[in-house]
Nanobody
Framework: QVHLVESGGGLVQAGGSLSLSCAASGRTFSSYAMGWFRQAPGKEREFVATINRSGGGTYYLDSVRGRFTISRDNAKNTVDLQMNSLKPEDTAVYYC?????????????????WGQGTQVTVSS
């Protein structure tokens, strides 16, 4: 089992940057693929990015590819999401999630463990 805690959200102007971090407990972090998801008010939670357990494979939502970068540090049990060129439509609560598999997935149902979320607000 793994416990996840996100940090780094906040308010930023359009075009700005934010870096989110997710700290995981447990000694088996490196066995989990990790993902970032987001949920805007009145909308369903959606996939943003995923990374495999080694960090060698990543996949992004089309609308964030080239602006967001997911990375992980298995020695520190963390997964980060660097967000650049932010847009108002990126406003949402961002969640990190862990999948008990080496390969990442864009499907919410593949992830058994979730953090509590961190708010990101992008003003126009």
């Amino acid at each position: 089992q793994v416990h996840l805690v996100e940090s780094g959200g906040g308010l930023v102007q359009a075009g700005g940057s934010l870096s989110l971090s997710c700290a995981a407990s447990g000694r088996t972090f490196s066995s989990y693929a990790m993902g970032w998801f987001r949920q805007a008010p009145g909308k369903e939670r959606e996939f943003v990015a995923t990374i495999n357990r080694s960090g060698g494979g990543t996949y992004y939502l089309d609308s964030v590819r080239g602006r967001f970068t997911i990375s992980r540090d298995n020695a520190k049990n963390t997964v980060d999401l660097q967000m650049n060129s932010l847009k108002p439509e990126d406003t949402a609560v961002y969640y990190c999630a862990a999948r008990d598999s080496g390969r990442g997935s864009f499907e919410l149902k593949q992830y058994a463990y979730w953090g509590q979320g961190t708010q990101v607000t992008v003003s126009s």
